[in-house]
């Protein structure tokens, strides 16, 4: 399955997404990311926290979702409430759509320990959600079902976290 990763900016939290996705190195899964309005760069802190734990970064960049519309994404995953609210382009009329929503942790401000955790929070979340992803049986749900079971990812971590 094909996953493309939105938020606005592309260069924290989808960023993030694609690149924990794509290190659990699942061979059903191959994530992707993009913005509605790439900031062109990748945030220095969302490649700080990644290394930090391990995840390559060397070929995550902030690009736009106009990139992907030769690449036959089956699932959309907007992650930030601004690009959950835009009409996705009409190439991604095929993909099924959830939203995610994540809060941003290069938004924050306060001490460097306080924003390292605010990363590894997210950092976790976004493995919490991909491992439950992995945990369906995704190839065998039609389109209704799967985006049930995504929904209930996202409802289900909303209750145990501020993620």
């Known amino acids: 399955m094909k996953l493309l990763f939105i938020c606005t900016h592309n260069r924290c939290r989808s960023i ?37 734990r391990g995840i390559p970064t060397n070929n995550l960049h902030s690009q736009s979702w106009d990139d992907f519309a030769n690449v036959d994404i089956d699932l959309a995953i907007t992650v930030c409430d601004s690009a959950a609210g835009e009409s996705c382009p009409l190439w991604l009329g095929k993909a099924s759509k959830v939203h995610w929503g994540l809060t941003d942790p290069s938004k924050l401000s306060g001490s460097e320990a306080d924003i390292e955790q605010a990363f590894n929070d997210c950092i976790t979340a976004i493995e919490s959600r991909i491992s439950a992803l992995l945990a369906l049986d995704f190839e065998s749900l039609n389109k209704t079902d799967l985006i049930t079971a995504l929904n209930k990812i996202h409802s289900d971590a909303d209750k145990g976290s501020k993620y």
């Open 16 to 52: 993030l997404c694609e690149a924990i996705t794509n290190h659990i190195n699942d061979p059903r899964l191959h994530a992707y990311s993009a913005g509605s309005q790439p900031a062109g760069e990748v945030h220095p802190l969302s490649l700080k926290y990644l290394a930090a």
